[in-house]
């Protein structure tokens, strides 16, 4: 079972409308959470990280989100664009030897 | 400061034939890793080496695959004998020290026909 747990698996939005990534987690001990943009074609991009004591950081119109207690983290992507057709991937480092383990992504689709 | 960059963009190979990946890692780089991501897929941790060492290659399978990183010059993902199984996107990620952000190449797309 992967310790990292990503969902939806994909999900279609209309341009200019908000959505919600969810990553779940049981990697311990928890270093850092990461989520990166991987457009088709492309290595993934970060967009941000979070330490064990940040639970919420932006980066333009995306906003992640961490709770280290219930090991849950969002992203929330406002007022999206056709660009942010993308997968998202949640990433989970290990605090003792800084091994990331990666969610399967979620496929996110904007349509016009 | 150009990204990491890794050659071919696209390989095409015969079951059999050897695939050799390269990637530049960013300048002032010394760690590199290696990722391998099938369709559909998240990305899995294959290789992490510093310069002219292999630091950890859990994820490797154990025949067939090997890399390095060269005092200079690029690290190389050798596969010998390829399979169709070996068909996936190979990305490399470097970072300056262990415990920094990596940072992504565009990946090498392995075709196996």
């Known amino acids: 079972k992967n310790q990292v747990e990503q969902s939806p698996q994909s999900l279609i939005i209309l341009e200019g409308k908000n959505c919600t990534l969810q990553?779940?987690?049981?990697?311990?001990?928890?270093?850092?959470l990461r989520w990166y943009k991987q457009d088709t074609g492309r290595g993934p991009v970060s967009l941000t990280i979070?330490?064990?004591?940040?639970n919420t950081k932006s980066n333009g119109r995306y906003t992640a989100t961490l709770d280290a207690d219930t090991k849950q983290s969002s992203l929330h992507i406002t007022a999206s664009q056709l660009s942010d057709s993308a997968s998202y991937i949640c990433?989970?480092?290990?605090?003792?030897?800084?091994?990331?383990?990666f969610g399967a992504g979620t496929r996110l689709t904007v349509k016009p | 400061n150009a990204g990491v960059m890794q050659n071919p963009r696209h390989l095409v190979r015969r079951r059999g034939q050897e695939a050799r990946l390269r990637c530049s890692p960013m300048?002032?780089?010394?760690?590199v890793y290696w990722y391998r991501q099938l369709p559909e897929e998240g990305l899995k941790f294959m290789v992490y080496?510093?310069?002219?060492?292999?630091?950890?290659e859990s994820g490797m399978p154990k025949e067939r695959f090997s890399a390095e990183f060269p005092k200079e010059g690029p690290s190389i993902l050798r596969i010998q004998q390829v399979v169709r199984g070996d068909s996936a996107a190979y990305f490399c990620?470097?970072?300056?020290?262990?415990?920094?952000?990596?940072?992504f190449g565009p990946g090498t797309r392995l075709t196996v026909l």
């Open positions: 990620a470097s970072s300056p020290q262990q415990n920094n952000e990596q940072f």
């Open positions: 990553c779940n987690y049981t990697v311990s001990p928890f270093s850092n």
């Open positions: 979070m330490t064990f004591s940040e």
């Open positions: 990433v989970v480092s290990v605090k003792s030897n800084n091994d990331m383990r």
């Open positions: 300048k002032g780089h010394s760690h």
């Open positions: 080496l510093q310069k002219e060492n292999i630091i950890d």
